[in-house]
């Protein structure tokens, strides 16, 4: 029994398992915990991870990295845009199907354009199928981190490639929010429920970002309170000062232009990176050299930490200004922060461990490994989502980064819109909204501030509630619609009904009946709760319930809870599309209230079901093609060894056991084999291989035999002696 997470970074990937045993990070072919976030089209295969990043010179034009940056979005997007020019993406990004960034990539010899969540998916089987050798057990169940900066068009297109990898994602979870669960989950020292909680601020300082929050732990929970981040400030923006000083300073001191050459420009980069994480850890001066550079040219230079320093001073400006954002929002004075926990692999950088001090007051603390921690946190809460799985019980509230509105047509024609999920809500959480309507009626979905929102397009989606009926009497409905920022940080709307209304007997108990509903669910006391939208009819848009979902009450067992979350999760991970399935106009009667079910038709950006399926077909025949080619390079390399080992043992330990002959036979056969390897028979199909191998074995075999029966014979006699 496993239970497994993903940290699929921009440029690292980590795979946590939960077992009975504890918490691990699993290691993949080339016993290396990271999986670097690349993949390669090549001729015949796709490389993915450590083979890939070895690629990204070599076959730079078909070597994908960064492209969880792209996923979700379309080709006109700024951020697109700015991956494209700022970070010199060296394979082709297109404009696809309906304006989607598409990666446009020479694989089995042909041009073919993939979707950036194709991309993911393919690096999603690598970690799947990693986990699987290592577990020895099939792997569907996962928990995948994301940015808490994600948003709702991301996060789908997200699931959309766990679906093409074959994956069920139980929750995407906020790299911060796992972070901080890998934290908190260990420790025995946590305030008790009643006491003031402990606050404790993380950061995660990766490739691409840094994120930062803040959160509030007792004995047995976390609340993530407030985040900030910079989505464009990372590891490689520090690499990027480098390479930008050494470009100009090649060109005076040698001529060399680096910007017309892409290879000689990834080199430096690469370069760039172990001199930047050399100067994290020695302050002297430190030299760069890079031989055969550019026109057989070598070239060499210098840096400081103080110099890199100077030249990252606007980046690390930014970094204080996140700081101290986090540290305004969260509103803790230094001695309520018992700590600054830094991981992710720019958290080294020392400069950024100084404003840590400056800001917070303390010194930053490195206690959680900074490359694994999201990872062991994705799998405790998988651990945490399998009903079956015995881990002690921790609740996560998680907060919503971006305030969401929801706007509608007014029956008499006026729009009118409210906040549903202000700032830093308290996520999962679902909401009951009230409508008085005659007919169907659509909500417009969206970010409240489009400024604040990584993405260029602030809709969220357009949901349309369909069926409603005006009552006998000619009046409105009432409609409740629930609506929910999901598991995964999705919104949703979950659920339309109608209420008939009844006699005026009926509508009383139809209240209390409500009233009931609060009171059962009604878990926390969110000063939103009966919040009255502005606009013509107050009672338009009115919440009228307010449900944390997947939190435990002091009340609820641990499996309780599990169960809960585990189907409250499955509902999440059914999707809007279940919604439009559901029902027409089931009725129910509730003491004497008739509800009845209303279909919801969800537009939301994301591939269609179809199109999943179609993906995951052809992700499945590339996973074929890659299986095939690997059987037939292990039979390949069988004979080139084979031939080898031969060759030796021909004349070592099997000279004494053949005529010179048959050995210079045998060795002939060898040599003209190894030939044929290098030539004709470089490339062959599996069965070529297979029978060379048998050719071979049907010589090698005899003298192999004498040999082993040579070796048995005295031991023969020692066990013949001891019978007499
Ligand atoms: P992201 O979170 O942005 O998606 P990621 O999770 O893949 O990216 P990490 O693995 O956390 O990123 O961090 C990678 C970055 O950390 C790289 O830019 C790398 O150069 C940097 N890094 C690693 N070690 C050091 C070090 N000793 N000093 C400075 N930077 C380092
Ligand atoms: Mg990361």
Redesign the pocket.
Known sequence: MAAVGF?V?????YIGVARAGGIETIANEYSDRCTP?FVSLNERNRCIGVSARNQCITNYKNTVSCF?RLTGRRFKDPQVQHEINAYRVPFKVIEGLGGDAFIEVEYMKQIHQFRPEQIMAMILTKLKETSQVALHTKVVDVVVSV?VFFTDVERRAMLNACQVAGLNCLKLMN?TTAVALAYGIYKQDLPAETEKPRNVIFV??????IQVCAVSFNKGKLKVNSVAFDANL???D??QVLVDYFVEEFLTKFKLDVQTNLKAYIRLTQEC?KL??L???NSNKIPLNIECFMDDKDVNGMMDRITFEELSASLLKRVEKLFVQIKEQSKLTPDEIYSVEI????S??PALKDLVTKVFGKEPSTTLN??EA?ARGCALQSAILCPTFRVRDFSITECQPYPITLSWGAEIGNEDSMEVFPLFHAIPMSKMLTFYRKEGFTLEVQYRDPQNVPIPNPHIGTFTIKNITPQANGESSKVKVKVRVNNHGIFTVQSASMLEKQEEKEEAMETDQNNKEEKQELVSDDSSTNQKADGANQTEGKMETDQPEGQSTSEQTAETQKSEEKSQNMEDNKGEKENDDKKDKKKKKKNGVKSIDLPIESIVPQLEQQKIHDLLEKENKMIMQDKLEKEKNDAKNSVEEYVYDMREKLYGIYELFCKEEERDKFSKLLGDTENWLYGEGDDQGKQVYLDKLAELKKCGQMISDRCSEFERRPQAFDELGSAL
């Open positions: 940290d970074g921009n440029l690292t990937c976030t969880k940015p790299d995660d300082a990766g490739y691409s970002s990372g590891g490689r520090f690499d990176e930047k994480k100067i994290s850890t991981i992710g692999g720019s080294r950088i900074a490359d999201i």
